[in-house]
């Protein structure tokens, strides 16, 4: 006897495989990326206008509280460089099997945190 198909997923229940979280949060960092866009090209306009709004940037950057968004936003332009790397790798049929694909969506993780971390420590 077959079970009935469910009239509704409950995501919070599904356990994705770590392929899907990788492509998941590459859609995510890009349309984070995107959101932020106005505020990169703030903090880029502050620092390169005159001595004083350098100042003003430099003050603005020494929040504690915009530290952990802009490197947030590092991590999320890492990610998306990374997972898109990943990406064009798959359209040109690398490492298209499971173990591979599996290897390559940890190895966007890995690299991606690990990057964040090292530009962190030397940015903060």
Not at 88 to 108: E, F, H, I
Request: aromatic letters at 8%; proline letters at 5%; hydrophobic letters at 55%.
């Amino acid at each position: 006897m077959s079970k009935p198909r469910p009239k509704h997923l409950d995501l919070t229940k599904i356990r994705f495989p770590v392929t899907a979280i990788v492509s998941g949060m590459h859609r995510i960092s890009g349309a984070v990326l995107f959101l932020f866009i106005p505020l990169l090209l703030w903090l880029l306009q502050q620092s390169l206008a005159t001595a004083q709004s350098f100042e003003a940037f430099r003050s603005a950057v020494s929040n504690p509280l915009l530290k952990l968004v802009l490197l947030g936003l590092l991590w999320a332009y890492l990610h998306h460089v990374c997972a898109g790397i990943r990406h064009l790798a798959l359209d040109l049929n690398w490492s298209t099997d499971l173990g591979p694909a599996r290897a390559t969506s940890k190895a966007v993780l890995i690299v991606s945190i690990g990057l964040t971390l090292v530009a962190g420590a030397m940015l903060w």
